[in-house]
């Protein structure tokens, strides 16, 4: 792997080369993708959601990017390590439109002594073309289409230092227009991007190097907390005698313990002899976003329920542009219990009775559901006479945009779920239901409903919820609880609901 890369061709000997005819160039033929909604580096065919940023910086170690032969034999690397600090962040101005921005430093590089060739040494350290892009959105499975597509003009500024291959001596804007795809298939995301780098070409002894095209295709498991995928790139020149190149790379992002801030790792190989393209390289990065990127400010107040509601007062939400990028709502409804009485017994002994206890074996006191203060509750347990009893939660689940995977914001909700269905025996037989609004075909909301319901069963049963204590299924639209006809009652019509089996 260490020759893999070549650079341009046969150079002359010193005698018919001089020393300060070095090549002038960006070498770097990696960026990373800084909205990173699907692949860490493939871009995405969808963008962020309206009016959301996300920031970060990595660290990016390269070895042998550039090496040189002579009469077919390697004379040596000119770069053989390079380490370069990206700092990159994107915004979405709308849910179609965003503007992306990445600066590579070239922090250290170093390589071998090939004056006696022609080719003097490269300063250490230096700037490399900072990158500004514009990407929209044309296709989106969140409005009913069947793929989401992209397409993205990124400007490669000539202010990099060229005595360390972070930029071109002669200056000139380097232009990537790149068309972008993708496609969930059940947990899994397959991303393409197809593109080209437009760029002043420059002489080398007989060689002529500049534009090229590109491609890159990811797969990802759309996991929580961690998201591998596994990337394929490739790069053919556009001019002749200049080889191509390709790489293979695995990586992976893990949220730290918080939804705002996720770690990531890439490492991977490069084959074939296109300059930029290293023997191999490793990135590690952080990035940050919101943690709730996608809800908006509550309703002032509720809209008017349609006749016969299946699920009265429900907890007001926030009103999102779009029905499959928000938050759902979760109310777990149980079978009928009576209400706790003077008689119930009282297994710790704090006052609150069993049936109505979050931890019916350790005391707490009554305002935090029986449960220690140290462990805040977000379930409720209601017991009522002539209505069935219910679970109510004081937060929402929340799913990745368009998706069915279960952000990390909400699992703390959901594990005291379970652990509230494991602590009380007699609630049983739940049954997870998935609801959508009327925004789009019947049958993507038949299926992103299902998904969903599917995804909160596996994740209770995952946390000790008896397999055969819950059963799922979608409804897509078929039970609204508020109107459709407007934005505020199609948000409350988003939920997932647990109910008993016994309840129609």
């Not at 061709?9 to 018919?16: F, M």
């Not at 390590?81 to 503007?99: V, Y």
């Not at 926030?318 to 297994?347: E, G, H, M």
């Not at 799922?472 to 006809?485: F, L, M, Q, T, V």
Request: proline residues 9%; charged residues 20%.
């Amino acid at each position: 792997m260490k020759n893999s890369l070549v650079a341009f061709g046969t150079l002359l000997l010193a005698t018919t080369l001089p020393a300060h005819a070095n090549p002038a160039f960006d070498l770097e033929q990696l960026s990373l993708d800084p909205a990173a909604v699907d692949s860490l580096i493939v871009s995405s065919g969808r963008t962020l959601p309206a009016r959301v940023l996300r920031l970060g910086v990595a660290t990016h170690g390269e070895k042998d990017p550039l090496v040189v032969r002579v009469n077919g034999a390697t004379a040596g690397a000119l770069i053989s390590a390079r380490l370069t600090t990206h700092l990159f962040g994107a915004f979405a101005l709308t849910d179609r439109l965003e503007i992306e921005a990445e600066i590579p430093l070239i922090a250290w590089q170093t390589g071998a002594d090939l004056s006696a060739f022609g080719v003097s040494t490269l300063e250490s350290s230096g700037l490399g073309n900072p990158l500004f892009a514009f990407r929209y959105g044309w296709l989106s499975t969140a409005r009913d289409s069947t793929l989401d597509l992209s397409t993205r003009l990124s400007l490669g500024l000539p202010i990099g230092s060229p005595a360390a291959l972070g930029g071109a001596a002669s200056g000139g804007l380097s232009v990537e227009p790149e068309v972008s795809v993708d496609r969930a298939f059940g947990p899994m995301m397959l991303s393409m991007d197809i593109g080209a780098r437009l760029r002043g070409t420059q002489t080398l002894d007989v060689r002529r190097f500049g534009n090229q095209f590109s491609a890159a295709a990811s797969a990802m498991i759309a996991t929580s907390p961690w998201r591998p995928e596994a990337i394929l790139r490739m790069g053919v020149p556009l001019t002749a005698n200049v080889p191509l190149g390709f790489e293979a790379l695995l990586g992976a992002r893990h949220d730290l313990g918080t939804p705002t801030l996720e770690a990531f790792a890439l490492a991977g190989a490069g084959l074939g002899q296109l300059p930029g393209v290293p023997a191999y390289r490793g990135i590690l990065g952080v990035a940050w976003r919101p943690a709730n990127e996608r809800a908006e400010t509550v309703p002032s107040a509720p809209p008017p329920p349609i006749s016969a509601p299946i699920c009265p007062e429900p907890k007001p939400v926030a009103a999102c542009p779009a029905a499959p990028d928000c938050p759902q709502p979760i109310v777990a409804l149980v079978k009928a219990v009576p209400p706790p009485n003077p008689d119930d017994k009282d297994s710790d002994g704090d006052g609150v009775p069993d049936v109505v206890d979050n931890c019916p074996n350790v005391p707490g006191p009554a305002e935090n559901h029986g449960c220690p203060v140290a462990q805040p509750q977000q379930v409720t347990i209601q017991r009522e006479r002539t209505i069935h009893s219910r679970i109510k939660l004081g937060a929402e689940v929340n799913f990745a945009n368009n998706r069915w995977t279960i952000e990390r914001s909400s699992f703390g909700i959901l594990n005291q779920l379970a652990e509230v269905i494991v602590a009380h025996p007699e609630l049983a037989h739940l049954r997870v239901e998935g609801h959508t609004d009327s925004v789009g075909t019947r049958q993507k909301n038949i299926q992103l409903s299902d998904h969903r319901a599917n995804a909160v069963r596996a994740y209770l049963e995952n946390h000790g919820v008896p397999k055969g204590h819950l059963t799922a299924k979608g409804y897509a639209d078929e039970r609204p609880i508020h109107s459709n006809e407007n934005e505020v009652g199609r948000a409350h019509n988003r939920r997932v609901e647990v109910v008993s089996e016994e309840e129609t």
